[in-house]
């Protein structure tokens, strides 16, 4: 069974980046899209990005000048970079598997998110 | 404000039929599938229902989805206890090259 395991600091210090890793276990991490996703408290999901295996990425507009996805094959890990944080950045972040590929730098996915890890609440505050 | 637009909130008793809506655009809806998760109090989404209408693995068949043009849909059949939780619709977005999320509906249960 495929599990996911977001990992980082709870609390951010605004202005800062926020950092996570999100580890893979029990599959391949080859050819699936790799999501970031966030829900603030009490509020609704929030599609952050995704990276595929090879490195293609793909960022949502409102956040694509401050985030940076990244993959580490040889750790089954992938993670996140969101730069200078504010309060409106606190939230609970998950990682999910999603199913898709890229090629050409051009991605294909029906935004099927099967597998999601537990969620890390990171906080931004001083 | 999400693109894909879902009531706030919707209720039923036990037993009872609920059918949450999701309305969207030709970028989205109009051109792929529908995905369908379950969020129980506290926890990660759940994988509900995907591709419109196939449920995912060890959900009852009292969940179904379909769709029509650029609206979708989840019903909720024999509603149980166990089903109040938020629901979210979800799909590929041609224009944004991504994942596209409903604002959520609550269910609760009376």
């Known amino acids: 069974q495929v599990q996911l395991q977001a990992s980082g600091p709870g609390l951010v210090t605004p202005s800062e980046t926020l950092s996570l890793t999100c580890t893979v276990s029990?599959?391949?991490?080859?050819?699936?899209?790799w999501n970031w996703i966030r829900q603030p408290p009490g509020k609704g999901l929030e599609w952050i990005g995704y990276?595929?295996?090879?490195?293609?990425?793909n960022y949502s507009p409102s956040l694509k000048s401050r985030v940076t996805i990244s993959v580490d094959t040889s750790r089954t890990q992938f993670s996140l970079k969101l730069s200078s944080v504010t309060a409106a950045d606190t939230a609970v972040y998950y990682c999910?598997?999603?199913?898709?590929?890229?090629?050409?730098?051009?991605?294909?996915?029906?935004?099927?998110?099967?597998?999601w890890g537990q969620g890390v609440l990171v906080t931004v505050s001083s | 404000q999400s693109v894909l637009t879902q009531p706030p909130s919707t209720s039923g008793t036990p037993g009872q039929r609920v059918t949450i809506s999701c309305s969207g655009s030709?970028?989205?809806?109009?051109?792929?599938?529908i995905n369908w998760y379950q969020q129980l109090p506290g926890a990660a989404p759940k994988l509900l229902i995907y591709?419109?209408?196939e449920r995912s693995s060890g959900v009852p068949d009292r969940f179904s989805g379909s769709k029509s043009g650029t609206s979708a849909s989840l019903a909720i059949s024999g509603l149980q206890s166990e089903d109040e939780a938020d629901y979210y619709c979800?799909?590929?977005?041609?224009?944004?090259?991504?994942?596209?999320f409903g604002g959520g509906t609550k269910l609760t249960v009376l």
């Open positions: 999910a598997r999603g199913g898709g590929y890229c090629r050409g730098g051009t991605c294909f996915s029906q935004g099927i998110l099967d597998f």
């Open positions: 029990g599959g391949p991490i080859s050819g699936y899209l």
């Open positions: 990276i595929y295996y090879t490195g293609s990425t």
């Open positions: 030709i970028s989205n809806i109009g051109s792929n599938t």
């Open positions: 591709s419109t209408n």
């Open positions: 979800a799909t590929w977005d041609d224009s944004l090259n991504g994942v596209l």
